[in-house]
């Protein structure tokens, strides 16, 4: 978990070039509560964006995959954009998206039972064998 709501110099420098306003913003930690969750929540008088960092080449590089399809495929305001991405700090800046996070949300069954009933229907994809 971060434990310092500001940037570090390098991961500041970079973001600037890319988050205009970025030295009259207000950065918050928006971590996830384990030990490699590195996240801040960045807003400028016109905007909302997330910088993250990754604990790995891998994490890093599955992130960026998953943001850019989800991109692609999602229509505009449904799926985070990304921003910025660098390899070397192994950093993205994303879009915010209104709402709030739901982790840890209790759901009735009934909620989620139109989700349950379209994953069940949905398409079949075919299973990986070893």
């Known amino acids: ?6 940037l570090p110099p390098d991961l500041h420098q970079w973001a600037g070039r890319h ?4 030295n009259g913003a207000a950065v918050a930690d928006a971590s996830w509560p ?3 969750s590195r996240i801040w929540r960045i807003t400028t008088a016109s905007a909302t964006a997330f910088v993250k960092m990754y604990p790995s080449p891998a994490a890093f590089g599955r992130e960026q995959r998953g943001c850019e399809q989800a991109a692609r495929v999602l229509a505009e305001g449904q ?7 660098n390899e070397a700090l192994l950093a993205i800046t994303l879009t915010g ?6 982790r840890g949300l209790h759901l009735s069954h009934q909620c989620l039972e139109p989700s349950r ?10 299973r990986r064998t070893r």
């Open 97 to 102: 998206l209104p709402g709030q996070v739901v």
């Open 19 to 22: 988050l205009p306003g970025l």
């Open 1 to 6: 978990m971060n434990t310092s709501p500001s």
């Open 79 to 85: 799926a985070p954009r990304v921003i910025a991405a």
């Open 34 to 36: 384990r030990g490699d």
């Open 117 to 126: 009933r379209g994953w069940r229907t949905g398409p079949r994809w075919p």
